[in-house]
């Protein structure tokens, strides 16, 4: 069993849909990252957060300490945001999802 | 601010010969460097994690004598391939962590050095 688990692995939108992609982790953590990755392969942190909810721009990422999940909101979703979701959590070691890719069509 | 880069971003080279990676961190002092190892549709593998002025850490089954860790500097970590064969051939990216940041667990990541090995 992964320490990290993601899902859904694969999504295909309209644009314009809200998106959620869901993490769970196993193990304990002082903060959990959500990354994404654009084919070509550079990463880009978007979010880190250790409780509650954070918000930028139409991402929104939350986290529930108790329940070991967390949640990635697209909202009004564009084709740009087309790109692999990688969710990790930090604590003595980093451990990474295996991602969701993400295709939103025009 | 913090902004990692890695050179090259692509390499080719045949089997045998060496390639050597490098990241820097670009506006921070980047106290520990992590490299990682991306297979296509996986996610990253820690290969190894390196603390300025001592001796990278290896993840099991990383073999050291086959990928070579330097972290001379606070700006500079290099990952040289030696020897190198096909099986070599993948996506390395590294990321760089400054502790005397007060969000310690952050973590910035390079762009990435694809590797093919012909």
């Known amino acids: 069993k992964n320490e990290v688990e993601q899902s859904p692995q694969n999504l295909t939108a309209q644009e314009g849909e809200f998106i959620t992609i869901n993490c769970s982790y196993s193990?304990?953590?002082?903060?959990l990252h959500w990354l994404q990755q654009h084919p070509g392969g550079g990463i880009v942190s978007l979010f880190m957060?250790?409780?509650g909810k954070k918000k930028h721009g139409r991402l929104i990422a939350t986290i529930n300490i108790q329940e070991k999940h967390s949640s990635l909101h697209i909202t009004a979703s564009h084709p740009r945001d087309s790109a692999v979701y990688i969710c990790?959590?930090?604590?003595?070691?980093?451990?990474f999802g295996t991602g969701t890719s993400l295709t939103v069509i025009p | 601010g913090a902004v990692v880069s890695q050179h090259p971003s692509w390499v080719i080279c045949k089997s045998g010969t060496s390639v050597k990676i490098e990241c820097r961190s670009l506006?921070?002092?980047?106290?520990?460097m992590f490299w990682y190892r991306q297979f296509p549709k996986q996610s990253l593998m820690l290969m190894a994690t390196?603390?300025?002025?001592?001796?990278?850490?290896?993840e099991q089954g990383v073999e050291k004598d086959k990928f070579l860790i330097n972290h001379a500097s606070l700006t500079l970590s290099t990952l040289t391939v030696t020897s190198a064969h096909p099986e070599d051939s993948s996506f390395y990216i590294c990321?760089?962590?400054?502790?005397?940041?007060?969000?310690?667990?952050?973590?910035?990541f390079g762009p990435g050095t694809r590797l093919t090995v012909l």
């Open positions: 990321s760089a962590r400054d502790f005397k940041r007060v969000s310690y667990n952050e973590q910035f």
């Open positions: 193990v304990g953590i002082s903060a």
């Open positions: 957060l250790s409780s």
């Open positions: 990790a959590t930090a604590g003595n070691q980093f451990y």
């Open positions: 506006d921070f002092q980047a106290t520990t």
């Open positions: 390196s603390n300025e002025g001592s001796k990278a850490t290896y």
